[in-house]
């Protein structure tokens, strides 16, 4: 995959943080934050999910480029996209930024 990276907009990040909204994706997530790609039987142990319920919480991912898989002989990997998180991060400090920057905008129109 390319290192190139695509900054977030509002019809971009929208479905990302959607699907981050999620506390079972959230905790396939965080098992995919070691690096190492994982199938789907390593996925659903302790999920207290069946095999489809991981997988249908996978393809929320997948579609929106949180992981990658790939199919390794019979089975096939997730892998966590560390850089997506990245945008979806960045996304959040602009948007943070230009609330800061009208908040401060307010406060001076105020204190005139």
Do not use: C
């Not at 981050?20 to 659903?44: F, M, W």
């Not at 960045?90 to 129109?109: C, F, H, M, P, V």
């Amino acid at each position: 995959m390319s290192r190139r990276t695509r900054e977030l907009n509002a019809t971009t990040a929208a479905p990302v943080f959607a699907a981050l909204g999620d506390r079972k994706r959230l905790a396939l997530l965080a098992r995919l934050a070691n690096g190492q790609p994982q199938s789907i039987v390593q996925l659903t142990r302790g999920m207290g999910l069946s095999r489809q319920g991981v997988t249908k919480h996978l393809t929320i991912l997948e579609q929106t480029r949180l992981v990658t898989s790939e199919r390794v002989g019979r089975e096939i990997r997730f892998t966590l996209q560390s850089n997506r998180l990245g945008e979806a991060k960045r996304y959040l400090e602009r948007a943070s930024q230009q609330w800061d920057d009208a908040i401060g905008r307010l406060q001076k129109l105020v204190e005139k």
